[in-house]
C-alpha cells in the first residue's frame, strides 16, 4: 500500500513482523517468548490499589523509585539506570543516542530482528556479521576498529546460546573506545548477567526487560543500566521524544515485582526444568536442539521441514515461531511453556512425526 501523504521516509520504511497474538480459544501460545506462569499476585494487588483517581495525573517523568529499586537489586547506582516503554523502547533510544556514528555498528546475522529495524529508522550504519556454523557468537570476528560499536543478545536470540561472561570482559578490554551494548533480555533463565562489570568499563550498556523473567510483556517495562553518562545520553532521546514512556500503573507493578523478586525467581526455576524435559524428550525422537539458556529452544527435526511441522501443529492449536530467514528456515524456537503445556507439545509432535 502506498499513500500520497506519505513522506518517502515511510514509503521505503521496512517494520518489525512481531509474532502473532491471536484470540483463540486453547491455544498453546509458544511463538513470542512470553513467561508460562502468572505474574505475581502481589503486582496484581498493587496495581487494583493504585488504579484509583491518581491516574488523572501524570506519572513521574524519570520514574525515579523504580530506579532506585532497580538499583538496589542490582547493587549499581540509580543514576546508572534508565527506564522505559518496555525493551523495545529502550533499545530505539540506545541505538539512536550511542550507535549512530560514521563507523558502522556491528551485529550477528542471526539474533534479535528489530535490531536492523532500528537501523533503518534512524539511519544508522551497520554491518552483520554471520554465527559460526554452530551457530555461536565469535567475538574475534568483531573487528571493531572499523566499527563505533557491537550489539549482542546474550543468550541470543532465536538460538537461545550464551556467551560466557569471561568472553565480554576480555572484549572489553581490549575495545575502550567502543559501545558494546549487551540486550540480556532472556539471562534470568540461567545465566550469568554481565552488569556487574559496567564499575569497570565506561562503554558497556546492558538492556534488560520485565517481559519474560517478570512476566509482564502486557505491561511494557525495560530499563538500561550502564555508565551515567551513557544512561544521561539515553535520557537526553528520551526527553525529545516523549516525557512519560512509563504509565504509573506500569511503574507500581514493577517496583512490587521487584520487591516479591523470589515469586519470579521460582517460576524461572520451573521454566528451565520444562526447557530440560523438552530438550531430553524432543532430542531422543530425533530433534537437534541447541544449548538453551533461554525461556525458549532452537530445535530442528531433519526428516520434516520446520515450516511443515510449524503448520501441523498450528492444525492443533498450538503455535510456535518459524522464521523464514536463510540459515534457520528449517528451525523452529518454541517458547517453553508451563508442564501441562510441554507435555502436550511432545506428545503431539510424537503423533505428527510418527504419522509423516
Ligand atoms: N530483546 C530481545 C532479544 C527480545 O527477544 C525481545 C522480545 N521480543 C525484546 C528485546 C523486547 O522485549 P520487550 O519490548 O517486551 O521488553
Same mark, same amino acid.
Not at 533480555?185 to 548477567?193: H, L, P, R, T
Given at each position: ?5 506519505? /513522506? ?11 509474532? @502473532? ?24 494487588? *498493587? +496495581? ?12 513521574? %517523568?524519570? #520514574? ?22 518496555? /525493551? ?8 539512536? #543516542? ?11 546475522? =542471526? ?35 572499523? #566499527?563505533?560499536? +557491537?550489539? +549482542? ?25 567502543? =559501545?558494546?551494548?549487551?540486550? @540480556? ?9 554481565? +552488569? %556487574? ?10 538492556? !534488560? ?30 526527553? /525529545? ?8 500503573? #506500569? ?5 512490587? *515485582? ?6 519470579? =525467581? ?17 532430542? @531422543? ?35 510456535? !515461531?518459524?522464521?523464514?530467514?536463510? !540459515? ?5 524456537? =518454541? ?18 512425526? /510418527?504419522?509423516?
Amino acid at each position: 500500500m502506498q499513500n500520497p501523504y506519505w /513522506s518517502s521516509f515511510v514509503k521505503n520504511l521496512v517494520p518489525y513482523t512481531p509474532g @502473532e497474538q491471536p484470540k483463540m480459544h486453547n491455544l498453546i501460545k509458544l511463538n513470542t517468548n512470553e513467561n508460562a506462569y502468572n505474574i505475581s499476585p502481589k503486582v496484581l494487588e *498493587s +496495581i487494583k490499589e493504585h488504579t484509583n483517581n491518581t491516574l488523572k495525573l501524570y506519572p513521574d %517523568p524519570t #520514574a525515579q523509585e523504580l530506579c532506585e529499586a532497580l538499583a538496589h537489586l542490582h547493587d549499581v547506582h540509580p543514576n546508572q539506570v534508565f527506564a522505559g516503554n518496555g /525493551s523495545d523502547e529502550v533499545l530505539g533510544f540506545a541505538f539512536h #543516542a550511542l550507535l549512530k556514528h560514521k563507523k558502522p555498528v556491528l551485529f550477528p546475522d =542471526i539474533t534479535y530482528s528489530f535490531y536492523p529495524v532500528y537501523c533503518n529508522l534512524y539511519n544508522i550504519n551497520y554491518k552483520t556479521i554471520p554465527l559460526t556454523d554452530d551457530f555461536r557468537i565469535d567475538l574475534k570476528k568483531y573487528n571493531a576498529e572499523n #566499527a563505533c560499536g +557491537i550489539v +549482542i543478545t546474550n543468550p541470543n536470540a532465536p538460538t537461545g546460546l550464551i556467551l560466557n561472561k569471561k568472553i565480554i570482559q576480555h572484549y572489553l578490554e581490549t575495545h575502550p573506545e567502543q =559501545i558494546i551494548l549487551v540486550d @540480556e533480555a532472556y539471562i534470568d533463565f540461567g545465566g550469568e548477567s554481565v +552488569i %556487574p562489570l559496567i564499575q569497570y568499563y565506561p562503554n558497556l550498556l546492558i538492556i !534488560r526487560t520485565f517481559s519474560k523473567f517478570h512476566a509482564f510483556a502486557g505491561l511494557r517495562v525495560g530499563y538500561a543500566i550502564g555508565n551515567s553518562e551513557l544512561i544521561e545520553g539515553i535520557r537526553r532521546v528520551k526527553d /525529545s521524544f516523549n516525557s512519560y514512556p512509563l504509565d504509573r500503573l #506500569a511503574q507500581i507493578g514493577a517496583i512490587a *515485582s521487584i520487591k516479591d523478586i523470589q515469586w519470579s =525467581i521460582n517460576n524461572a526455576q520451573k521454566i528451565i526444568q520444562n526447557r530440560q524435559y523438552l530438550i531430553k524428550n524432543l532430542s @531422543e525422537l530425533g530433534f537437534k536442539i541447541l544449548n538453551s539458556k533461554s525461556n525458549f529452544i532452537f530445535a530442528s527435526y531433519p526428516k520434516l521441514s520446520a515450516e511443515f511441522l510449524a503448520k501441523q501443529l498450528r492444525k492443533e492449536n498450538i503455535l510456535v !515461531r518459524h522464521f523464514n530467514t536463510k !540459515r534457520i528456515q528449517n528451525w523452529l524456537r =518454541i517458547t517453553i511453556g508451563n508442564e501441562t503445556e510441554c507435555q502436550t507439545l511432545y506428545k503431539t509432535i510424537n503423533e505428527i512425526i /510418527s504419522i509423516y
